[in-house]
């Protein structure tokens, strides 16, 4: 089992600045891809940014310009740099990691979720 703790989340003001941690622990083998989701009140669980374990990312054009999401191999950690916050990325931000076991066998996790609110 993989564990992912998110943290970094909090109230800000329109144009404000967050960044967001996820640091992943247990039965850790190898970690592919990692990334952040959000969810709005009433709307679908979205795509934020990923990054692969050789750090290939892909930002969504909501965002693109405004976050940059980066990790921490050595410490199995992935962050998400926001700036210029706008009240629409009011969300719940949800962690996800893609393990792979020594097996081969991927499976996806995630973490619990930190509410980030952006006052206008």
Known sequence: ??????SGGG???AGGSLR???A????IFSINAMGWYRQAPGKQRELVATITSSGSTNIADSVKGRFTISRDNAKNTVYLQSHSLKPEDTAVYYCAANHRNRLGITRD?????T??????
């Open 20 to 22: 967001l941690s996820c």
């Open 1 to 6: 089992q993989v564990q992912l703790v998110e």
């Open 115 to 120: 509410q980030v609110t952006v006052s206008s």
């Open 11 to 13: 109230l800000v003001q």
């Open 24 to 27: 992943a622990s247990g039965n």
């Open 109 to 113: 996790y995630w973490g619990q979720g």
